[in-house]
């Protein structure tokens, strides 16, 4: 794309060339991530003030808002620094004071001179039985009233930031709005009866009542769509950038697969077939796969995974499968050796713990071949880390990894095969924000025979019957996972919390049966008690929340949460899926520290009725909005300035459909509407998008 389209210069200009906007306010909004004219435009109020002019303030239920014509009376200044500067004023049936703070007298009597008229807006309130403003929002002369808006935009505001230099500013963009063409789809502007880009923009910073500024406005509907649209159109551009790039075509004869199948203690679920087969013909396929493997705890992702490596290792080639913890790493090394040795291939593990002349014996028969299958922590992709011929990677649990580190990997260009394990359910809206350039395997079918997991909400209070029954469980020779919460941002206070319940655990309950493992310890340590936890050695293993994600025992039957009110939704429902994996009823026991609110009774007792991931995450996007849902910053989910995941669910999906079929009928963005789309990129600040075309 050669370059940004000269009409939009105005909105790529210097803050302060805005009216009202010096360059100390710029500065403060460049700080709050304004930084461009454009940037104002996507700040879209959040309410309105109703300023229709009544012609008295008697009668009106205090405090309110209020609107009226007054002639100026008396002044009083305040008897000392600290008391109030009093203004009398009478409105057309009533009299009521204007008072001030710290403000100069000859200012006031200049603002609002004895016997004229003037329009004043602003909170009117009974104070000692005596209705004042204080600080009116306005004070004018009447020539001057319709410099009030009568419906006024509220803004969220930056410390420093009014909301009149928020109008001002706004009403300065909007002023120089560029024609632009445009780039929707016409029969869905036609038939959504949507406005035009610019006349909806000037319509959601007017807003003429409150359901203006909700979520189902024709003109903010239709932000929001161009928001997402240009979203999509950025993720559809690296799909189709990933699916240009050539890639190398892996096809097994199966004998590998066929060896292991038949030695599995069960039969694969028709999901988990399915999804072999989708990943395997993505492998056979000549274009590059770039795929997403979706399932719930324990819908039995690690079996597909390794069939996915298997077909690699028949075609001559290797495969690695990387996690994001060395713990996870080494459960997945022992998690697929017998599934390795019933195949005859050679599984190696490689981390950052991994040094001298060991480390050189591994990378040394990595880059000859003779290692099949790695697994690993990202020490994989060290620089010196060479394959003989890597075919697949397979990248486990990655939701910490957000949508631009995916493209970054993306566009370092080797043609491997990759595909993306995750276990966290998130409803459809969000899987398409945040995973929409990717091809999606859904295991949505759990193997047969699962238990349901009992689970129980109980006060802190009843600690100690809980711990007596623990001691009655663990004499029936069941383990018990305890967790204890992230109490603070601090490590410091979440740790304190883990060792105080470990000790007080052990001394209950006797030496040695209780362990303990926390992100701060050393990994020496930390392997050395999930290894006598694994091994049965110790009974009950005290943890934060390091152990949430992929672990696997199968004797550990019961899961304690304190805290429970305090974690997401997603997250218990992953904590309690490290229970129910054998063969005896499994207990999860959610401990919340009373007084409990209705809402957060209401989000426990999901867990209870539902062990279906995507109910529960759909329950937890609805009772707390997008942003928070898997944990704002690290989510890797992006944020939208306009959109609204949750109120304006279907949106995404058409984004979606429009942007792949607008790249499938003009894969370089050149016909009209393609340049209207390029403009809406310009627009939206997706620049990563401009890159993409400039290089395709
Ligand atoms: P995930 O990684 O998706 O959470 P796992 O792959 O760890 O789940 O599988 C969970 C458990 O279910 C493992 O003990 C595994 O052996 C078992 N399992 C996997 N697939 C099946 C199946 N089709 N039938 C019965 N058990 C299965
Ligand atoms: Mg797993």
Redesign the pocket.
């Known amino acids: 794309m050669s370059g940004r389209p000269e009409a939009l210069f105005p909105l790529f200009a210097a803050l302060d060339s805005l009216p009202g906007i010096g360059p100390k306010t710029a500065k403060t909004l460049a700080d709050s991530g304004v930084e461009l004219p454009r940037d104002l435009l996507l700040s879209l109020p959040y309410a309105v003030v109703d300023r229709r002019r009544r012609t008295t303030i008697r009668g009106e239920d205090l405090p309110r808002i209020l609107t009226v014509t007054v002639t100026v009376g008396a002044h009083r200044p305040p008897r000392n620094r600290s008391g109030a500067y009093r203004i009398h004023v009478t409105d057309a049936e009533t009299e009521f004071q204007l008072v001030f703070f710290h403000a100069r007298g000859d200012y006031l009597r200049r603002l609002l001179p004895e016997g004229t008229q003037r329009v004043v807006s602003g909170k009117v309130e009974l104070f000692d039985g005596i209705a004042q403003m204080v600080h009116p929002d306005h004070a004018v002369p009447l020539e001057d009233a319709g410099d009030i808006p009568e419906i006024e935009p509220v803004y969220h505001l930056t410390a420093g930031i009014t909301q009149k230099t928020m109008f001002k500013a706004t009403r300065g963009v909007l002023d120089r709005l560029p024609e632009v063409a445009e780039w929707a789809d016409p029969a869905l502007v036609a038939r959504e009866a949507w406005p035009a880009w610019a006349a909806a923009l000037g319509l959601a910073h007017a807003p003429r009542g409150a359901d203006d500024v909700g979520p189902h406005s024709a003109a903010r509907t239709r932000l929001a769509y161009d928001e997402l649209f240009a979203h999509q159109v950025t993720l559809a551009l690296a799909r189709a950038r990933d699916r240009k790039a050539r890639g190398i075509v892996t096809q097994g004869d199966g004998r590998l697969r066929d060896r292991v199948i038949a030695a599995?203690?069960?039969?694969?679920?028709g999901a988990?077939g399915r999804a072999v087969a989708e990943i395997t013909g993505d492998m056979a396929a000549p274009q590059r796969m770039n795929r997403l493997l979706q399932?719930?705890?324990?819908?039995?992702?690690?079996?597909?995974?390794f069939l996915a490596l298997l077909a690699a290792v028949e075609a001559g080639g290797q495969g690695v499968m990387m996690a994001p913890t060395e713990i996870l790493a080494r459960q997945h090394l022992e998690?697929l050796q017998p599934m390795a040795a019933d195949a005859g291939v050679r599984l190696e593990l490689l981390t950052g713990r991994d040094k001298g002349r060991d480390r050189d014996a591994k990378i040394a028969d990595l880059a000859a071949g003779r290692i099949d299958i790695l697994v690993g922590t990202h020490a994989v992709f060290q620089k010196d880390v060479d394959f003989h011929d890597l075919r697949l990677a397979i990248i486990?649990e990655q939701h910490r990894f957000g949508v631009s580190q995916r493209l970054e990997l993306g566009a370092k260009g080797q043609a491997v095969d990759v595909l993306v394990?995750t276990?966290t359910p998130i409803p459809r809206s969000l899987a398409l924000a945040q995973y929409g350039d990717m091809d999606v395997s859904i295991?949505d079918e759990k193997?047969?025979?699962?238990k349901p997991v009992r689970t129980a909400l109980i006060s802190t209070e009843r600690m100690d019957e809980v711990i007596a029954r623990l001691r009655a469980a663990i004499d029936e020779g069941r383990q018990c996972y305890w967790v204890c919460p992230l109490v603070e941002e601090s490590e410091r206070v979440d740790l304190a919390s883990a060792d105080e319940r470990f000790k007080r655990l052990r001394a209950i309950l006797g030496e040695g049966v209780v362990g303990l493992v926390h992100g701060q310890m050393p990994p020496s340590e930390k392997d050395a008690a999930m290894a006598a936890f694994q091994a049965g050695e110790t009974k009950v293993l005290v943890a934060t929340t390091v152990i949430e994600v992929?672990v696997?025992v199968?004797n550990a039957s019961i899961m304690v949460i304190e805290r429970a009110e305090i974690f997401g939704l997603a997250q218990l429902h992953q904590l309690r899926?490290r229970v129910g994996?054998g063969a005896a009823q499994s207990t999860c026991l959610l401990m919340y520290q009373p007084p409990l609110g209705e809402t957060g009774r209401r989000r426990l007792e999901v867990l209870r009725e539902t062990e279906d991931g995507f109910r529960i995450a759909q329950t937890d996007l609805e009772m707390r909005g997008a942003g928070d849902l898997i944990g704002t910053a690290q989510s890797g989910l992006p944020r939208f300035r306009v959109a609204d995941l949750e109120r304006q669910a279907g949106l995404m999906a058409t984004a979606q459909q429009d942007a792949r079929k607008l790249l499938a009928d003009d894969p370089g963005l050149d016909g009209p509407r393609g340049q209207a789309t390029r403009v809406l990129l310009w627009l939206t600040g997706q620049d990563r998008a401009i890159r993409l075309i400039s290089v395709g």
Do not use: S
């Open positions: 599995l203690p069960f039969a694969l679920t988990q399932g719930d705890v324990g819908a039995g992702k690690t079996a597909v995974a998690g486990d394990m276990a295991l193997p047969p025979g699962r992929g696997n199968p899926g994996r």
